[in-house]
T-cell receptor, first 112, second 115 residues
Framework: GAGVSQSPSNKVTEKGKDVELRCDPISGHTALYWYRQSLGQGLEFLIYFQGNSAPDKSGLPSDRFSAERTGGSVSTLTIQRTQQEDSAVYLC??????????FGQGTRLTVV | AQSVAQPEDQVNVAEGNPLTVKCTYSVSGNPYLFWYVQYPNRGLQFLLKYITGDNLVKGSYGFEAEFNKSQTSFHLKKPSALVSDSALYFCAVRDLYSSASKIIFGSGTRLSIRP
């Protein structure tokens, strides 16, 4: 596709369950980012993949959060044992090495 | 490490008046600066960027931003505001010459344009 695609667009899960969020970046983009945005607030950096380099995981809030990027393309963000404070919009973005990032529409996660 | 500050949570402007949304940054190397806009229930849209060269950069929807190295600022401006400019605006920075550098966003400024 022409843009960054995220799925699902909405996810409601019970507290304690695991969830997986998917991101399909723009074809050919070497960099991929995950951010979290709480209701109407700023963007909290989570993780950054750049080519074959080791990912920058410095923003992951706890060891319940992990992400992988397979074959330098699709990325999955996994949240284990979800908590209510994990409720937010999770945004994925991709870019070429030295250009601006293009964002997907996000996944709205609600933990009940 | 890099950081971005947007000192105003909200900016209110009358339609037709000029607007400014403030941003200051900190980066160890040379800055690569961005502005993004987020309309309600929409994803983030890229507005403009500064890499090198002319300190005044022009972007989408009539917006422009002025890079000031001595003040480490990158304020967003528009000569004449429209009601449709009402949205959430984010400033962002990365280290220009480090491919390992991630993009860090400010906390956002809500721009409200009254008719």
């Amino acid at each position: 596709g022409a843009g960054v695609s995220q799925s699902p667009s909405n996810k409601v899960t019970e507290k304690g369950k695991d969830v997986e969020l998917r991101c399909d970046p723009i074809s050919g983009h070497t960099a991929l980012y995950w951010y979290r945005q709480s209701l109407g607030q700023g963007l909290e950096f989570l993780i950054y993949f750049q080519g074959n380099s080791a990912p920058d995981k410095s923003g992951l809030p706890s060891d319940r959060f992990s992400a992988e990027r397979t074959g330098g393309s699709v990325s999955t963000l996994t949240i284990q044992r979800t908590q209510q404070e994990d409720s937010a919009v999770y945004l994925c973005a991709s870019s070429l090495t030295d250009t601006e990032a293009f964002f997907g529409q996000g996944t709205r996660l609600t933990v009940v | 490490a890099q950081s971005v500050a947007q000192p105003e949570d909200q900016v209110n402007v009358a339609e037709g008046n000029p607007l400014t949304v403030k941003c200051t940054y900190s980066v160890s190397g040379n800055p690569y600066l961005f502005w993004y806009v987020q309309y309600p229930n929409r994803g983030l849209q890229f507005l403009l960027k500064y890499i090198t060269g002319d300190n005044l950069v022009k972007g989408s929807y009539g917006f422009e931003a002025e890079f000031n190295k001595s003040q480490t600022s990158f304020h967003l401006k528009k000569p004449s505001a429209l009601v449709s400019d009402s949205a959430l605006y984010f400033c962002a920075v990365r280290d220009l010459y480090s491919s390992a550098s991630k993009i860090i966003f400010g906390s956002g400024t809500r721009l409200s344009i009254r008719p």
